[in-house]
């Protein structure tokens, strides 16, 4: 046995299934083991290391268990760097496997040597290991996935190209020899029984509670509804917390941030209490004024406590558990006029978007493409979402309930990572259907590449549904709008304008099917073929770029800083801007005020 031979074994013996790769020379050791071990763990081939990355970050996402992805030296390793500081900064266990140059060429300027150790060093900050002989295996990749799992993080394990060809030999019961085992222990930390009664007098004492959930909420969901419940509270949830809780629930008040709803900001614009469970939502101005209310967090990680606002009581410890041993404490509230109006806010919030989806516009309405989509969702849709204007509708328009899961790039929110994500969901649950939701600047950047990969394997996914929706607008969508709302600038087309693809009849070109929509009319219909499709089909709707993403905390100086710079760069679509914003300024209005500080009107709206 060599050392690539027992590498794979070890992995094998981690319940690790597939390793998501791509070849070279400084792994040739690893790919002949893969040849003699009968391809398990299962490699699959990405178009590009970084959508390897992607992909293992996708599988863990939506699966659970470690991600594994693998490189070879030099240009492979630097290229999954971008996918391991999606994981990283998500909080999402994957291990890199990546390969070096020869031991004796080392210091030598050799061909695709890096000093990878050095490269890695704040990525895999929590685990970064060289083998260079046979005997620091198996500890290497035992400390790799055991740390992966128990810090949710990024591990690193760099084996040199002539170390994977040297005949294993197992260490030995000898000084300086460091044996390992398998496993993880389970273990679901409670914090000290005078904390949880410092979180139940904070909670008891407000009469305006809201909860504000994140992916680290994601078991405790029964726990979160009944305490919701007890307290009378609305909850606000963060991107990557959107599967946690139903949003059917009526006091379920939707993403919150800058691609958030209006219930949600003004949930925390109105509150006296704050409960935090498993998020590090990082923009502080969504959340209550510093002197507002009295604040609670639960995180396990006690590195992520106290972070965000000034909270008055700091619960480290696993979150159902941690609610199980508050909840007996909570005093239970009458459901009052704070949350009859939370329910009344959210419900009239998906009126309001039902009013933006209806909007007519220049070709296809973004939103309207989305919220169509909703009531067609699959009971165990896997749902993702790429970074930019998709994001905003992805956030808005769909309903997650029951089974359904979805993420996207949370923390770093690169472009790119939608598709990959998909691909590496149907790794992880191949009975299930997932569906992508990505602008055409992120489909050209990766995306189209990588249906080639999902052409590839789609044949072996006992459900053959994979569904890419781009919305084609032509536009770098998200950076044109913040420009005119943040400066005031008009589009610059040299850097915001992007060619028309016809993206569906590059996935016909390659064994899969697609459609493109430039009507209202043929949106639904669209959804139904993809959904009814027997491989994966790409649909390309033709989206009107002037439809806004304006945040929830959006104020009229914002609006008219747009609206003149639609004025300055793109008069001849005033009107449909205008038009597009309608339904936002009766959301906003009675009550705004104006900068000179008289009412608003919808007509300054």
Excluded at 112 to 137: G, I, N
Excluded at 169 to 174: I, N, W, Y
Excluded at 224 to 252: F, N, R
């Amino acid at each position: 046995m060599k050392v690539s031979d027992f590498i794979l074994q070890r992995l094998r013996e981690w319940d690790v299934d597939h390793v998501f790769a791509y070849a070279g020379d400084g792994i040739n050791g690893l790919l002949a083991a893969w040849g003699r071990a009968g391809n398990k763990p299962t490699f699959i081939q990405s178009r590009h290391e970084e959508m390897s990355a992607f992909e293992a970050v996708g599988y863990a996402k939506f699966s659970g268990k470690v991600g594994v992805c693998a490189a070879t030296s030099g240009p492979g390793a630097i290229h999954l760097l971008n996918g391991l500081y999606d994981a990283k900064l998500d909080h999402v266990p994957v291990v890199a496997i990546v390969g070096q140059t020869n031991r004796s060429a080392m210091g030598g300027s050799y061909q695709q040597e890096v000093d990878l150790l050095s490269l890695y060093q704040d990525v895999a900050s929590d685990f970064c290991e060289m083998v260079t002989v046979p005997q620091q295996l198996p500890n290497v990749i035992d400390r790799a996935m055991r740390t992966a799992y128990a810090k949710r993080t990024v591990t690193a394990v760099i084996i040199p190209a002539d170390v994977q060809e040297l005949d294993y030999t197992p260490p030995s019961h000898a000084f300086k020899m460091v044996p390992s085992s398998l496993g993880v222990g389970s273990y679901a930390p409670v914090p000290a029984a005078e904390e949880i009664s410092r979180a139940a007098e904070v909670l008891n004492a407000g009469e305006k509670v809201a909860v504000l959930i994140g992916q680290g909420a994601r078991g405790a969901r029964a726990e979160v509804e009944e305490l919701a419940d007890v307290l009378g509270a609305g909850v606000a949830k963060a991107l990557l917390g959107k599967d946690v809780l139903s949003d059917e629930l009526p006091y379920v008040t939707g993403s919150i941030g800058l691609l958030g709803t209006r219930p949600s900001y003004e949930l925390m614009q109105d509150c006296d209490t704050l409960l935090v469970v498993g998020s590090s939502f990082p923009y502080s101005q969504f959340l209550p004024e510093f002197d507002q209310a009295r604040a609670v967090q639960i995180d396990i990680d006690p590195f992520m406590v106290g972070l965000r606002y000034p909270f008055e009581v700091n619960l480290v410890g696993d979150s159902r558990e941690t609610l199980r041993a508050l909840l007996p404490q909570l005093e239970r509230k009458k459901h009052g006029k704070w949350r009859k109006k939370i329910e009344k806010d959210t419900a009239r919030w998906w009126e309001v978007m039902q009013r933006r989806a209806a909007v007519d516009a220049e070709p296809v309405n973004p939103e309207y493409v989305v919220h169509a989509l909703d009531a067609l969702l699959p009971d165990n849709v896997i749902l993702t979402a790429d970074s930019g204007s998709s994001a905003n509708w992805y956030a808005r328009h769909l309903r997650l309930r029951g089974a359904m899961r979805g993420s996207l790039s949370g923390t770093l929110a690169t472009m790119g990572p939608g598709v990959p994500y998909a691909i590496g969901a149907k790794f992880a649950h191949p009975d299930r259907p997932a569906i992508a939701i990505v602008g055409d600047g992120a489909m050209q950047m990766n995306g189209m590449a990588e249906l080639i990969t999902a052409a590839k394997y789609w044949s072996e996914w006992q459900d053959p549904r994979l569904i890419v929706a781009v919305l084609n607008n032509q536009d770098l969508n998200q950076v044109t709008w913040e420009m005119r709302a943040m400066t005031g600038a008009p589009q610059f087309l040299p850097s915001q304008e992007l060619p028309d693809v016809r993206y569906a009849d590059f996935a016909r070109s390659i064994g899969l099917e697609g459609v493109r929509v430039e009507e209202p009319g043929e949106v639904e219909d669209a959804w139904q073929r993809a959904l009814a499709a027997d491989r994966p089909f790409v649909i390309d709707f033709r989206t009107d770029p002037a439809v806004p993403p304006i945040p929830p905390h959006a104020d009229l100086d914002q609006i008219e800083a747009a609206a003149s710079s639609i004025v300055k760069g793109d008069s001849d679509r005033l009107g449909m801007i205008r038009q597009g914003l309608k339904s936002k300024a009766q959301e906003m209005l009675p009550g705004h005020r104006h900068r000179d500080d008289r009412p608003g009107t919808q007509e300054d709206a």
